[in-house]
C-alpha cells in the first residue's frame, strides 16, 4: 500500500532563517506531488504541484521554492521566512491515471517567530 | 475559472442532530468532487466522492449527492456523534489540481 511521509512534524524558526521541508511517497511510481499552506482558521492553499522530477508549477508567487529532486521526493524551501510563512504546511500525492483523488500526509506545523 | 465555496462555520450541533454542510463551485468542464475531513493536527483525509452528475458518495454515514443543475454537493448526516467533530473540505478537481473551499468546523457536543 501507498504511504506518504512529512517531516519534521513541527518546527520554530525565526524570521529570515532558510527552511527546508521535505516529503517522500512509498508504494507507488510517478506520483503527482503537491504543497499546500493551510493558515490558522483559513482553507486549503495550493503552492505548487509536480506531474515529474524536475517540474514544478507553481501557483502563488512568494519567497517559497519547491523541488524534486527524486521521483518521490518532494522538498518545499525557502531561503529568508517572513512572519507570513506560518501555517500548516501539507503534501499530497495523486495517481496521474486516476486524477481525481489526493491522498494527504500528516502535515509540518511551521511557527516563523 | 474554477472554484468552490462552502458554508461559513462553525458548526455546533449536539450528539444526533442532523448536519447539512453546504458547499456551491463554479467548474469549467465536468469536475469531480470531493469532501474532505481533517481532525486536530492531522492532515486531511477523503470522505466520500462523485465523479459525475447524480453520484451520490456515501461513507461513514455521510452522503452527497452531485448535482449539476444546481452547481451542488451539500454534505449531509443523519445522526452526527462527538467523533465527527472535525473541519470538513469540499473541493473540486478537473484534472491535474485540486480546488478546495475554506472549510467549514464542526464541533459535536454529547
Known amino acids: 500500500s501507498q504511504t506518504i511521509h512529512q517531516w519534521p512534524a513541527t518546527l520554530v524558526q525565526p524570521v529570515g532563517s532558510p527552511l527546508s521541508l521535505e516529503c517522500t511517497v512509498e508504494g507507488t511510481s510517478n506520483p503527482n506531488l503537491y504543497w499546500y499552506r493551510q493558515a490558522a482558521g483559513r482553507g486549503l492553499q495550493l503552492l505548487f504541484y509536480?506531474?515529474?522530477?524536475?517540474?514544478i508549477s507553481s501557483e502563488v508567487p512568494q519567497n517559497l521554492s519547491a523541488s524534486r529532486p527524486q521521483d518521490r521526493q518532494f522538498i518545499l524551501s525557502s531561503k529568508k521566512l517572513l512572519l507570513s510563512d506560518s501555517g500548516f504546511y501539507l503534501c499530497?500525492?495523486?495517481?496521474?491515471?486516476?486524477?481525481?483523488?489526493?491522498?494527504f500526509g500528516p502535515g509540518t506545523r511551521l511557527t516563523v517567530t | 475559472g474554477n472554484s468552490v465555496t462552502q458554508m461559513e462555520g462553525p458548526v455546533t450541533l449536539s450528539e444526533e442532530a442532523f448536519l447539512t454542510i453546504n458547499c456551491t463551485y463554479t467548474a469549467t468542464g465536468y469536475p469531480s468532487l470531493f469532501w474532505y475531513v481533517q481532525y486536530p493536527g492531522e492532515g486531511l483525509q477523503l470522505l466520500l466522492k462523485a465523479t459525475k452528475a447524480d453520484d451520490k458518495g456515501s461513507n461513514k454515514g455521510f452522503e452527497a449527492t452531485y448535482r449539476k443543475e444546481t452547481t451542488s454537493f451539500h454534505l449531509e448526516k443523519g445522526s452526527v456523534q462527538v467523533s465527527d467533530s472535525a473541519v470538513y473540505f469540499c473541493?473540486?478537481?478537473?484534472?491535474?489540481?485540486?480546488?478546495f473551499g475554506t472549510g467549514t468546523s464542526l464541533t459535536v457536543i454529547p
Open positions: 473541493a473540486l478537481n478537473t484534472g491535474n489540481q485540486f480546488y
Open positions: 499530497a500525492w495523486g495517481d496521474p491515471h486516476k486524477t481525481y483523488e489526493q491522498y
Open positions: 509536480s506531474v515529474g522530477i524536475g517540474q
